[in-house]
Nanobody, 113 residues
């Protein structure tokens, strides 16, 4: 049974940093394309970043240079390091495995004074 569990969200001031984690069970994170999505308030879910089995990271333009996706195979965990956060980064962040289209429950990130 595949399970993805996100954590690490919270309230942060503009310019701050957060590191999200996605703990995976029932799948091998090093053999799958893993992705982060987000859903801002009142908007549709949008793709944020991906990391393939070959460690080829991709990012949506608004987060390039600020966010970093990474993988710890030993811990079966995907990370999203978010720096220089902006109010427009406020959203529920979701972890996804492309193969099988598995999703986590999401973690809230709020960027505000």
């Amino acid at each position: 049974q595949v399970q993805l569990v996100e954590s690490g969200g919270g309230l942060v001031q503009p310019g701050g940093s957060l590191k999200l984690s996605c703990k995976a069970s029932g799948l091998a994170v090093n053999f799958n394309t893993m992705r982060w999505y987000r859903q801002p308030p009142g908007k549709q879910r949008e793709w944020v970043a991906s990391i393939t089995a070959g460690r080829d990271p991709r990012y949506t333009d608004p987060v390039k240079g600020r966010f970093t996706i990474s993988r710890d195979t030993a811990k079966s965990t995907i990370y999203l390091q978010m720096n220089s956060l902006k109010p427009e980064d406020t959203a529920v962040y979701y972890c996804n495995c492309l193969n099988g289209d598995f999703w986590g429950q999401g973690t809230q990130v709020t960027v505000s004074w």
